[in-house]
């Protein structure tokens, strides 16, 4: 039975608050519909033209709306296990989908690599109880992504409103980060807020 690892990435959602990933495909598939929309088709496709899927590497982006060098390092060490067990890698091509930006760094390793790739094209799935349509997908993303970023204005006197009220009792910068983060306040970025850049915020806007 020929041998194949499917790859699977996604990008963070910080208007969603979705900006990490379990480790476990199974569970990253549990809180990402794009991550499970290319786990289903990946595995279909291998149980279809018997394929041993011998690995699932999951990726998350670092940045909302774009690609980044930082997966050349997930890439990488899944080209040396698939060079070692001659495994053919499996993927969605979302560059396929109408106006999607295509992944700059993993278009540039996949024309470089010596590793077999088969590109899925990334059709509408649907199932008895669940269905996704990335075409759909996609484009709503698209729309709320433009949404947060125009609200950014809004969204950043809030918090600074909030974080004065919280530092006026003082409160450590951590606990204050601690404090955002548990009454969902979001930061401008829509990161997590942390020590050193609930400081920086505050050191900007003095």
Known sequence: MEK??????TLPVTWAHFVDLPSDVDEAAEVSRTIRYQKEMIRRYAKKHDLDLIREEIFMEIEPDRGSALIQDTLNAMEVECLERDATVII????????WRRHGYMTDWFERTELTIEKLDPDPLITADWSFDPHKHFSEWRRRQLEWMNSKPKREAAALDRARQLKSSDMSYAALAEALNAEHTPSPSGKRWSESNVRLFLKKNS
């Open 4 to 9: 194949a690892v499917g790859f699977y990435w």
């Open 92 to 99: 969605v091509d979302f560059s396929r989908v109408k106006n």
